[in-house]
């Protein structure tokens, strides 16, 4: 076969007009998205999920794989961009739009005294022209200079002018100009990455803002990333750069809407799950891909930014949270964290919603954590699903009207309906369940029939409507056993029940647009008083900002990632005689 390398032909996206050259026998997908970044494959390529599908307007393109035939587009003129490779000058239609984001980032305001784990001291150099290097080391308490800072030091002599950072025994950053050093705490999601900029001074939020994670174009979620990754190294490499970058471009935005220089950033944590924090490091994913799911690396990290990958924040000390386990990651810990804080009343468990949720118990004695395996459709992966973006259904209200229902439905964006979000799902079951309409089994008994014969009611009747199937629910109601299960056995465990709960938190996106009667409704959380129910938002980031701003709280939440008993439910017969159990709604 002879190669098509240096062979170029041009690729126009419509109804943007956007234009690009890439090689014959490129991946029509990695082509529109050199034109358009944030083009979607929630599947991560693998040709299941069919969002990829565009439509043909010119181009000789390869022969439709098995997936294209299955998923029955071609007779319509699209194609899947994932599974399409391009051998001529070709012309596509998309129907996406970037979508704006609807994350609540905000968190609860923690307050701890401020003592950063760093130390910095503001000073007139040309008083000092004697043993200078002596007295920086004396005056920040530190032993000797990194390489980087003993070069530094010598614009500085010259200058007049210093502001020194430190780090336990070591001067790591010497600046030319007086400033107050700025933080910065990092949430890294599978749907977006948060940022909190610090004045380390006061321990004051100066500002905050999110970004999608860009790590999104390799999948929805972290299966499908993992499994892109293992298939191809050069993606995982991708995958930490382009995440690298977007903490920079999130860093410099924060910066410069408070008038505040990007480089006065001199520290900063970040936490994440455990897929994204062996992405961030470029470690192999394969220890918690597979069984037994044990992690390259779960020890906290303290390193120079440059030597992680950063290039703008090159110059900071970065603090990387320790992981539990394959499955409970950094932002457990830190939500962990937060809840500490919080002093709650015990016992208090912490449920955080997700793909794959993690859940703490806090006793007098001691914190258990578990995760369990809930799956996409708690994110809005049904029929009609969404992310939490503009457009997205997060909450409904169900009217029985004769032998139909009426849906009044919330959206993100206040903006016209375009699917629905996870916590919208949990709502539409509930309502359904509130009037009658789901029987305790599950089964719909209202709607339509379509084309496959599986049962649907119309959310939202348009031009293309907006449906919850028979399969949707199916889908919830394994999502709500497996949470259900995991928190059920680990009271168990305890000799404890649900009535024996002083405080429930729902942590994370999801939760902050569930209504806690709805979760209760469906068996999601344990169904105590109302007003033992909490949303906090949230909470990784809250205790991303708690260890950046004291080192005693850092520290804290070193020693929950060591001393928090990880009990693992989801691979025990256990868990599935109740799981199925729980498929029920009582």
């Known amino acids: 076969m002879r190669s098509l390398k240096g062979k170029m032909v041009k690729v126009t996206v419509k109804p943007q007009n956007v234009s690009v050259d890439v090689s014959k026998g490129t991946l029509l997908i990695e082509a529109i998205r050199k034109a358009i970044p944030w083009f979607p494959s929630p599947c991560g390529g693998l040709g299941i999920c069919g969002k990829c599908k565009v439509r043909i ?23 899947l961009a994932c599974q399409t490779t391009v051998f001529d000058d070709t012309i596509v239609e998309i129907s996406y739009r970037e979508p704006i984001a609807f994350p609540t980032i905000s968190t609860i305001e923690i ?26 080391l004396e005056e920040v308490g530190a032993r000797y200079l990194s390489y980087a800072a003993a070069r530094e030091l010598i614009n500085v002599k010259l200058n007049g002018k210093a502001t020194i950072m430190a780090y336990g025994e070591a001067v790591y950053r010497v600046d030319t100009y007086h400033f107050e050093p700025l933080g910065l705490a990092v949430d890294i999601g599978t749907t977006k990455i948060a940022g909190y900029l610090i004045d380390l001074s006061t321990g004051t939020t100066l500002n905050e803002g999110f970004t999608l994670n860009p790590q999104l174009k390799y999948g929805d979620d972290i299966v499908s990333r993992m499994t892109v990754a293992l298939m191809d190294k050069r993606k995982l490499y991708d995958m930490r750069n382009i995440t690298l970058k977007s903490i920079e471009d999130l860093a410099k935005k924060l910066a410069l809407e408070v008038k505040k220089p990007v480089t006065n950033i001199t520290a900063i944590s970040i936490v994440g799950n455990t897929a994204m924090h062996h992405i961030l490091l470029g ?19 303290i390193e120079y930014g440059g030597n992680l990958g950063f290039k703008i924040l090159r110059r900071t000390m970065v603090y990387i949270a320790p992981v539990i386990s394959g499955y409970v990651g950094g932002d457990a810990v830190a939500t962990l964290l937060t809840i500490h804080y919080l002093n709650p009343k015990l016992p208090s468990l912490v449920i955080d919603v997700g793909t794959n949720a993690e859940i703490g118990l806090f006793l007098k004695d001691k914190i258990v954590v578990a995760s369990a395996p809930a799956g996409p459709a708690i994110e809005g992966h049904v029929t009609s699903g969404l992310k939490g973006v503009q457009g997205a259904i997060y909450d409904v209200e169900a009217e029985k009207v004769g032998d139909n229902v009426k849906f009044n439905v919330k959206v993100l964006g206040e903006t016209e309906p375009s699917g629905i979000s996870g916590s919208g799902a949990v709502s539409i079951v509930s309502e359904l369940l509130r009037i009658g309409a789901i029987t305790a089994t599950g089964k719909l008994k209202i709607g339509n029939y379509d084309e496959r014969g599986v049962r649907y009611v119309k959310i939202v009747d348009s031009k293309k409507p907006i449906v919850f199937t028979q399969t949707d629910i199916r889908e919830i109601q394994k999502a709500k056993s497996a949470i259900q299960t995991t928190w059920q056995l680990m009271l168990e465990d305890e000799g404890l029940s649900e009535d024996d709960l002083e405080s429930v938190f729902i942590a994370g996106t999801f939760g902050s647009y569930l209504k806690p009667i709805h979760a209760q409704r469906i068996g999601l959380i344990p169904k105590v008083d109302l007003d033992k129910i909490f949303i906090i938002g949230n909470a990784a980031g ?6 950046l701003i004291n080192g005693e709280a850092r520290r804290k939440g070193e020693e929950i990632a060591l001393k928090a008993e990880h009990r693992v439910y989801a691979s025990t017969d256990r868990f599935r005689k109740l799981w199925i159990k729980n498929l029920n709604f009582k």
Do not use: C
């Open 542 to 547: 809250a205790g991303a900002k708690l260890m």
């Open 111 to 136: 307050k701890v005294p401020v003592k950063p784990w760093i130390s910095w001291r503001t000073f007139e150099s040309s008083k000092y022209s004697k043993q200078f290097d002596k007295f920086v």
């Open 57 to 79: 307007i010119k181009g000789k393109l390869s022969k439709p794989t098995s997936n294209e035939k299955l998923l029955n587009i071609l007779h319509e003129g699209f194609r």
């Open 283 to 301: 470690l192999d994913l394969s220890g918690i891909a597979f069984a037994p799911y044990i992690p390259k690396e779960s020890s906290p990290i």
